[in-house]
């Protein structure tokens, strides 16, 4: 299994800038597909990006253009980025990554903890 620990979250003004980061520690050579999830005050988590099996990356209509989502491995862990730019208010939430790892027709999904963004003046 694997085990997810995130960075990165904070206070930004509208138009500005931050990168998450989370940590993937573990059996990370099972990882399936990769992903950037948020959940707003008194909404649905929803999914900001993502890479699949492939390689090929998603994004959702109300990030595109503005977010990158990346993964570098080594050894010892994969690190999965969210670089945000052009921030906007409505990108206010908590920000959480996302592994599915193992058998790819049943995979166990896993979580990070969660790192709040806030973007106000």
């Known amino acids: 299994q694997v085990q997810l620990v995130e960075s990165g979250g904070g206070l930004v003004q509208p138009g500005g800038s931050l990168r998450l980061s989370c940590i993937a520690s573990?059996?990370?050579?099972?990882?399936?597909?990769v992903g950037w999830y948020r959940q707003a005050p008194g909404q649905e988590r929803e999914l900001v990006a993502s890479i699949g099996r492939g390689g090929g990356r998603y994004y959702a209509d109300s990030v595109k253009g503005r977010f990158t989502i990346n993964m570098t491995k080594d050894l010892a862990k994969n690190t999965i980025s969210l670089q945000m730019n052009s921030l906007e208010a409505q990108d206010t939430a908590v920000y959480y990554c996302n592994v599915d790892w193992g058998n790819p027709s049943s995979p166990l999904r896993f979580w990070g903890q969660g790192t709040q963004v806030t973007v106000s003046s």
């Open positions: 573990g059996s990370t050579q099972r990882i399936d597909t």
